[in-house]
Nanobody
Framework: QVQLVESGGGLVQAGGSLRLSCAAS????????MGWFRQAPGKEREFVAA???????YYTDSVKGRFTISRDNAKNTVYLQMNSLKPDDTAVYYC????????????????????WGQGTQVTVSS
């Protein structure tokens, strides 16, 4: 059974940094694309960043230059380094794992992903 467990969320002042981690288990981690999404109260879940099985990265425009997604296949973990945080970044952050292995194509939609973590709260104060 595939499990994704996020950690690293918390409360930070605007301009600060956090690093989120997502530990995966239950299948060969390196074969699958991974994504980070977030959901603020009253809003739909939105794409933040993704990394393909072979290391290509993608970001939503609002986080480009501030957030960095990376993966450590030896540790079965994907990371989201978040710098220069803004109050608008406040949300529950979810990691997600692709449905099928070694697959190219769009990684920005929720329907692309089959497994989701439980989420970790990020709160940025002004």
């Amino acid at each position: 059974q595939v499990q994704l467990v996020e950690s690293g969320g918390g409360l930070v002042q605007a301009g600060g940094s956090l690093r989120l981690s997502c530990a995966a288990s239950g299948r060969t981690f390196s074969n699958y694309a991974m994504g980070w999404f977030r959901q603020a109260p009253g809003k739909e879940r939105e794409f933040v960043a993704a990394i393909s099985w072979n290391g290509d990265t993608y970001y939503t425009d609002s986080v480009k230059g501030r957030f960095t997604i990376s993966r450590d296949n030896a540790k079965n973990t994907v990371y989201l380094q978040m710098n220069s945080l803004k109050p608008d970044d406040t949300a529950v952050y979810y990691c997600a794992s692709d449905k099928v292995p070694w697959t190219a194509g769009l990684l920005t939609t929720t329907t692309r992903y089959h497994y989701w973590g439980q989420g970790t709260q990020v709160t940025v104060s002004s």
